[in-house]
C-alpha cells in the first residue's frame, strides 16, 4: 500500500493517483494521506485526481478543472 510506498525500501520519484480515495472511511484516508505527504517530504512528486472533500482541505496546491461548454474546460492553479 501507500504506506509501505513512504519507506526507504521502494524508490519511487513520482506517483500519479485517479480517484483511488473515494471508498476510504476517514481514518484510513488519513492514514493514506499521512504517507503521501510523507513522499512528498522526501521529494516525490504526488499528482491526485480527487473529488474527496477532506482531499481537497488538505491540499496546498492544487490544478482545478472546470468545464466551460462545448467540450472546452478552464484550468485554474491556486
Avoid: W, Y
Avoid at 519507506?7 to 484516508?29: A, H, M, W
Avoid at 488538505?58 to 478543472?65: D, G, N, S
Avoid at 472546470?66 to 484550468?75: D, L, M
Amino acid at each position: 500500500g501507500l504506506a509501505s510506498l513512504s519507506s526507504n525500501r521502494v524508490k519511487v520519484e513520482s506517483l500519479f493517483i485517479d480517484e483511488g480515495f473515494g471508498s476510504l472511511d476517514s481514518d484510513t484516508l488519513g492514514v493514506a494521506m499521512d504517507a503521501l505527504d510523507a513522499l512528498q517530504s522526501l521529494g516525490r512528486k504526488v499528482g491526485v485526481i480527487s473529488h474527496v472533500q477532506e482531499m481537497t482541505e488538505r491540499i496546498a496546491t492544487k490544478v482545478l478543472v472546470r468545464p466551460t461548454g462545448g467540450g472546452c474546460s478552464a484550468i485554474m492553479v491556486q
